[in-house]
């Protein structure tokens, strides 16, 4: 098995969307994008994200995501 290099994201649902941005962007993280019902967020230099999961958004739910230094 491969082994993991860093945490990649992690998606989470949110009440209020703008709410969590201003939480958020006020711990440091950078607002990538923005749509209606998510949007994305980064810290730190290797680029580690944090998505924020409206109510409304129905296409993931809650996760996490790694990087892996090989596929082995």
Do not use: Q
């Not at 993991?4 to 992690?10: A, F, M, N």
């Not at 006020?26 to 944090?50: H, I, N, P, S, T």
Request: charge should be neutral; glycine fraction near 14%; aromatic fraction near 12%.
């Amino acid at each position: 098995m491969g082994s993991v290099s860093r945490l990649g994201h992690v998606a989470i649902r949110v009440e209020d969307v703008d709410r969590a941005v201003v939480f958020y962007t006020g711990l440091g993280m950078r607002l990538v994008w923005k749509a209606d019902d998510w949007c994305y967020l980064e810290a730190g230099e290797g680029r580690d994200g944090l998505a924020l999961l409206g109510p409304g958004y129905k296409t993931a739910g809650p996760h996490f995501a790694f990087h892996f230094k090989n596929r082995e």
